[in-house]
């Protein structure tokens, strides 16, 4: 019934106040059972045919796709198969219950059954009213108090006992239910493997200590003899879980559905594991009634029924500490009941948290700078085989028409077509599709085509940015093709990444990823209050290139990049340079990207702090300084900080001014446009780019000279003792620092005059300066010096011998023996260096390998303790329980995505400073005419009423500070 129930409807609604589990019972198991007298046979078949009372009884259940089950009549489909079970020759313990039997049995007497300490006892009392509602609590508290007493405590009579033999008939058992316990001496009780021990220490000088194995069937007989009432005291329920039911004597046999057996080439069927177990429970079980009824020697039905024991056992759980695995014929361990269910690959985390599901497709992804961000494009031939299913209605139903008509071997088309009735039309099969005629309310399950709404993901899914919602672009060739900005959220590259899509089967789907998840919707992340993608790549070195002060482009040029831009309205704006010929610059143009009337004052990534105060605090001699003004940039170079994922950059700014939909366009705009301004000016790397002149390379040469001399006189100081050790550390540590800091200062050396040799068009550099690619290290080391090599964050330790390879000699504390590469990339390695630098480079994918299963763990079980936090209707965070983690979501109610950074300008400066700045000092005429009009100062000096309404903006300025 969906929704709540109707007025007049005769059903009793009650909402489930708890849910009970017990120990299910053997006369239970026998009623649920429908294989009467138990299943005797260990073969499944007999003659071809399922044989009753065998392992796979017809009455459990279908075996075949034609088949019908003997006890319910349904066929493969309805039938959920059927309980049978096994009477076993003898009890057995269960060995999920193995250590609640032995707290049980430390609890009462081994004799008589009864609780070791008087149930009018107070503090039995005490244990009842505290564990209310928490029975496991009960049985440990009821344990605590009765592990110390090892006699069982009886009435005035029970002196005389102490000497009587520890046998005792039935009738003694009968006569001694009047009075309290029996007075006798209680074993300790002891476990090893799947057995336990009694074990009694000296009582007196006569008695020996002794020690007896304890079978299941004689702790069976001490449970059944516990009452009721003491039942409840150790923390079980009588109606659900009596202490003898611990103890198996029926044995459930699960349903064929849950081992279903394997048809194997020709007729031979291959057993589940679970049947080839209970195939060898019901032999030893019946090689056990066999010895019985023949009245073998104790030692041999003893010896069955370790057997019996150990087959149960290892059914339940196959990987019991000190026992033995139970094996195939192959020798593959048996997978137990507890490996179904348990761990990654198990029941519950991989067949129910987390499964397999149709309507998804995956395959490698590659690069399309010409999709927007929230397209994906769609192999042809994953969308010929994926369908979506839609109803027809007079609307639609001439298109699905002809989809139908097309049927599934042309694209577009259509797979099925369900009837309204709920039948279902394969048109793969269907010899003529175009006679089929659609009808209002049927569906059609169509091709996925352009336009279709999907979930996209790549793995690890570490945040919900890692899914979103594209609109799909059929595309010939056979990967899918994703825009380059959208590869950071996803941590994506193209180095053979594969990534899965899903396409949702409903409008309301459709319509929740569009309005939830969708990615222009997902370009701010709450976590940090910043954009998550930004420009990458070619596009970012192409921006900061294209907004310089020296780029001028004519006409045709203009014209043809305007002819990218979406949103152009076909208006060409006033040219820069109009003599000798009209020009235009890069930033005009990109003035026509940038979205509406934003203001934006960023910093260029070589921006001097210097400039920031002085003489130059509103020009920018080096163009660093950016200013955005209502939608025209005025001034500056764009380039990682005004472009990239940082709080308040040019994206950030456009998506909170202009919204996600606005922001979405931009993204396409900028690259479309500036990728093909990119391919008229080009961009490449050259050897000549890892060249710098030879006065830099005598430089670095001499610099490095003085390195090892410097590393060789500190190397003198310690063998003659004149080094002074720094405080807190050791000589050799002292050594180790300073030799690392010379070293350290010679690389840094060479690198900057390197960097400083290279000339403003040189490639390596402008990647860095885009921030696009690569870092001022790198260039050092493709032309300067590669610099030391560390292992463990120290020099190249020595191996043998005192040196670290053998073309070195013993104890050479020098920088070439100790991993200090001189050479650059471009030169070119040494044998020993490029050895060296593996060793480095090694041990940092060691490095990378551990911390991801590491922090992968540590995420998993941050989530599995927070999946239930949510906000809840009232603005509360609540969690499953309904604990309240905050009273407001954040502390302050905000959405994350919304909140930015605001600098006001009244709140910091002293107040000495806050009255220069925005205090009118109508008496200063000087300082007034530079900031106003003649007239204006004319008016602010004589009219009384403008200088109170200055003076009362100050006031509550002042007031708000």
Not at 309 to 338: C, I, W, Y
Request: net charge positive; hydrophobic share 35%; aromatic share 6%.
């Amino acid at each position: 019934m969906h929704g709540p129930p109707s007025g007049d409807s005769a059903c009793p609604l009650r909402t489930i106040k708890r849910v009970q589990f017990g120990i299910i019972s053997p006369d239970e198991l026998k009623r649920m059972s429908v294989t009467e007298g138990g299943i005797k046979y260990p073969e499944t078949t007999e003659g071809g045919r399922p044989k009753l009372g065998g392992l796979m009884d017809p009455r459990q259940g279908v075996i075949e796709r034609t088949g019908r089950c003997q006890t319910c009549a349904g066929n493969m489909t309805e039938c959920p198969g059927h309980f049978g079970h096994i009477e076993l020759a003898k009890p057995v313990f269960h060995v999920g219950f193995i250590s609640k039997i032995m707290k049980i049995l430390r609890c009462v007497c081994f004799f008589c059954s009864k609780l070791l300490v008087d149930a009018n006892n107070p503090k039995i009392k005490e244990i009842l009213v505290k564990s209310k509602g928490q029975p496991r609590k009960r049985l440990t508290h009821v344990y605590e108090l009765c592990k110390g007493k090892n006699i069982c405590e009886g009435g005035e009579e029970m002196d005389n006992k102490f000497g009587m033999e520890q046998q005792e008939t039935e009738e003694d058992i009968t006569k001694e239910k009047g009075h309290g316990g029996c007075g006798r001496y209680q074993p300790r009780i002891r476990r090893s493997g799947l057995e336990l021990y009694a074990e009694w220490k000296h009582v007196n000088e006569d008695s020996q200590e002794k020690k007896i194995l304890l079978s299941p069937e004689r702790v069976h007989e001490i449970f059944k003899r516990i009452s009721d009432e003491e039942d409840i005291i150790l923390g079980m329920d009588p109606k659900f879980a009596r202490p003898e039911w611990m103890i198996v004597t029926v044995l459930p046999v699960p349903p064929l559905a849950v081992r279903p057996a394997v048809v194997m080439q020709g007729s031979a069927r291959n057993q589940d594991d679970l049947t080839h177990k209970l195939a060898d429970i019901v032999k030893i079980n019946n090689q056990l009634k066999r010895n019985e009824q023949s009245g073998a020697a104790a030692h041999v039905i003893a010896e069955d029924v370790k057997l019996l024991q150990f087959h149960v056992a290892t059914m339940v759980d196959n990987e019991l500490p000190g026992l033995p695995r139970a094996m195939q014929k192959s020798g593959r361990p048996l997978k137990s009941l507890k490996q179904r269910l348990k761990g990654k690959e198990g029941r519950v985390r991989g067949n129910l948290m987390g499964k397999r599901v149709d309507f998804s497709a995956r395959t490698v992804i590659t690069p399309d700078p010409n999709l927007q961000i929230d397209q994906v494009g769609v192999p042809r031939s994953i969308a010929a085989n994926m369908t979506f299913p839609e109803i027809v209605t007079p609307f639609n139903i001439d298109r699905l028409q002809e989809l139908v008509r097309r049927g599934n071997s042309q694209y577009p088309g259509a797979k099925y077509i369900i009837r309204d009735n709920g039948d279902r039309i394969d048109l793969r099969f269907h010899p003529k599709p175009s006679d089929l005629h659609l009808q209002i309310g049927y569906k059609v399950e169509r091709h996925m085509c352009d336009g279709d709404i999907v979930i996209f993901n790549r793995q690890p899914t570490l945040h919900k940015m890692s899914m979103m919602g594209h609109r799909v672009r059929i595309l010939p060739w056979s990967t899918f093709r994703l825009n380059l900005s959208v590869t950071t959220p996803y941590n994506a590259d193209f180095d053979g990444d594969e990534m899965n899509l899903h396409l949702p089967q409903s409008l309301e789907t459709r319509a929740e990823i569009q309005e939830l998840a969708m990615v222009p919707r997902m370009i701010v992340t709450p976590q940090s209050n910043r954009p998550v993608m930004g420009i990458v790549q070619d596009t970012l070195t192409a921006v900061r290139k294209f907004t310089k002060r020296d780029v001028f482009l004519e006409r045709g040029e203009v014209m043809n990049l305007l002819m990218f831009l979406s949103t152009w309205d076909g208006k060409m704006p006033q040219p820069a340079i109009l003599k000798p010929r009209p020009l235009w610059t890069g930033k005009q143009v990109f003035s026509l990207i940038i979205p509406g009337h934003i203001n934006v004052i960023r910093t260029h990534s070589t921006h001097p702090d210097d400039e920031d105060s002085g003489p130059y605090k509103h020009i920018s001699p080096g163009d660093t300084k950016v200013i955005v003004e209502n939608g025209e940039l005025i001034m500056g170079i764009l380039c990682k900080k005004s472009l990239g994922t940082s709080a308040g950059s040019l994206v950030h700014i456009s998506y909170l001014e202009m919204g996600h939909d606005i922001t979405r366009l931009f993204y396409s705009n900028i690259q479309t446009v500036v990728n093909n301004w990119l391919l008229i000016e080009g961009h490449s790397i050259g050897i000549g780019d890892s060249i710098a002149d030879a006065k830099t390379y005598l430089d670095i040469q001499n610099t490095i000279k003085k390195a090892k001399q410097d590393v060789i006189e500190v190397i003198e100081k310690a063998h003659n003792n004149e080094l002074e050790p720094t405080p807190g550390n050791t000589l050799r540590q002292t050594f180790e620092n300073q030799v690392n800091r010379i070293l350290n200062d010679a690389r840094d050396k060479t690198g900057s005059s390197a960097q400083k040799s290279l000339s403003e068009y040189n490639n390596f550099k402008s990647m860095v300066v885009a921030g696009s690619k690569g870092s001022k290290i790198n260039i050092s080391q493709v032309i300067a010096v590669v610099g030391q090599q560390n292992v463990e964050g120290k020099r190249i330790p020595f191996g043998f011998k005192h040196r670290t390879l053998p073309h070195f000699i013993k104890d050479d504390y020098g920088p070439e023996s100790r991993g200090f590469v001189e050479n650059s990339y471009l030169a070119g390695l040494t044998p020993t260096e490029f050895f060296f630098h593996a060793m480095g480079g090694r041990e940092g994918l060691i490095d990378t390998a551990v911390k991801t299963a590491e922090t992968g763990y540590i995420q998993r079980r941050l989530i599995k303790s927070m999946e239930s936090v949510m906000v809840k209707y009232d603005a509360t965070v609540r969690n499953s329980i309904n604990q309240v983690v905050q009273l407001r979501y954040g502390e302050d109610g905000l959405a994350g995505e919304n909140v930015e950074f605001q600098n006001l300008a009244t709140l910091k400066p002293s107040h000495k400073a806050f009255e220069k700045k925005f205090k009118f000092d109508c008496t200063n005429e000087r300082a007034l005419r530079r900031i106003l009009q003649e007239d204006v100062v004319k008016d602010v000096q004589t009219n009384a009423h403008v200088q109170s309404v200055l003076e009362r903006e100050v006031e509550k300025m002042k007031e708000d500070r």
